[in-house]
């Protein structure tokens, strides 16, 4: 954890941003190889050497406030280390830590280098940064409440492959792409996302349709 190059990182101040996917079981408070154990160095040697340049730090794990639950941990084994006070009034007033929602599948194809995406991505975040992305083409998403859109993913996504899974089962299908493409499951699943999945969103149409036509 205390590397040279982790301290060189600390202080170098052109670093503004921190991305992480540390996966869903990354932010957790345990040993001093946790990613949050390592944020919490990282931070404290920022408060060290560079106290006016705080940094914000967008977590990519598919856990709920992503963002508030990293803070917490940070400031969890800021208490843990016997840190001074004055360092946890600091990463309160001068970091930001945003809540973010990752919408895209990536699976690997059976070797170390190439890997398949599905067409769809999105990422929302609770608040903004000064990063460009329109300009690089991504779809990015700036709100002020995560929680619909969410809620849409976890519904409609998760929603969706509950339904299809015991009927495209039963019915000898092992893979999500020949269930849908099959008609009678195909349907049965389309008319449940919309008339019984999406009537329960709290969001715009435009926002919950699927771009997929049975």
């Known amino acids: ?4 190059s982790s301290w060189l990182r ?4 052109d670093l503004e941003f ?3 996917n540390s996966t869903e079981a990354g932010i957790v408070f345990g040993n001093e190889e946790t990613f949050p154990a390592r944020a919490t160095a990282l931070l404290f040697r920022r408060f060290q050497k560079l106290p006016g340049k705080g940094l914000t730090f967008l977590p990519s794990e598919l856990i709920a ?3 508030d639950t990293l803070k917490s941990v940070v400031l969890q084994y800021a208490d843990h280390w016997k840190l001074p006070s004055e360092f946890k009034t600091w990463v309160e007033a001068k970091n930001i830590f945003l809540n973010t929602l990752v919408d895209r599948i990536v699976t690997g194809v059976g070797d170390n280098f190439g890997v398949m995406t599905e067409p769809f991505h999105l990422w929302v975040i609770e608040g903004s940064v000064s990063i460009p992305f329109n300009k690089a083409g991504l779809n990015v998403l700036f709100v002020k409440d995560l929680a619909p859109y969410r809620d849409r993913k976890v519904r409609i996504l998760n929603g969706a492959h509950t339904t299809l899974v015991p009927v495209a089962y039963l019915k000898g299908f092992r893979t999500v792409r020949e269930s849908v493409e099959d008609p009678e499951v195909g349907n049965y699943l389309y008319k449940a996302i919309h008339e019984e999945i999406i009537p329960t969103l709290d969001l715009p149409k435009k926002n919950s349709r699927l771009s997929l036509t049975m």
């Open 1 to 4: 954890m205390n590397t040279i």
């Open 10 to 13: 600390a202080e170098n101040p």
């Open 18 to 20: 921190v991305f992480s």
């Open 65 to 67: 406030k992503n963002g």
